[in-house]
């Protein structure tokens, strides 16, 4: 059953990258217009726009729209990475300065036990 689905997903990838080309949309279009002459000599308007609705748009807007999405999709990937990098970048930023603020606060601690020694020295003179 595996290896089934596995065959059937290659063969949809396969299929999908070349219908969402604009080669395959030319492709279509082509095979399209070859039944225009058929649909005009009919004179009957419902047929010609059936052929324009049903067959032409059908067909290349379908590759047309994939390629749309593909481009649409590589644009909004390439904004999550940029996003991602540059939440990295702060993330580390956060890190440096959470560092650096741990430095201070051990250096002021140290400070403030040394004020409290001097102050009890004072006391007892």
């Known amino acids: 059953m595996k290896s089934i689905n596995e065959f059937n997903r290659r063969i949809a990838e396969k ?10 949309a030319y492709i279509f279009a082509a095979l399209a217009l070859i039944s ?8 009957d308007v419902v047929v010609i726009v059936a052929w324009i609705a049903q067959t032409f748009l ?4 379908l590759s047309i ?3 749309g ?4 999709s590589s644009s909004v ?5 940029e996003t991602h990098t540059a939440s990295l970048d702060e993330f580390e930023l956060a890190k440096e300065a959470r560092r650096i603020a741990d430095l201070e606060l051990l250096e002021l601690k140290k400070m403030a036990a ?3 020694r001097v102050l ?6």
């Open 120 to 125: 009890k020295d004072v006391e007892r003179k």
């Open 58 to 61: 059908q067909l290349v807007l």
């Open 77 to 81: 990937e390439k904004m999550i990475k």
């Open 114 to 116: 040394e004020i409290h």
């Open 65 to 67: 729209i994939m390629v």
């Open 36 to 43: 225009l002459p058929a649909a005009i000599k009919t004179g």
């Open 69 to 72: 999405q593909q481009a649409s």
């Open 15 to 24: 299929i999908t990258s070349f219908v969402s080309t604009m080669w395959c």
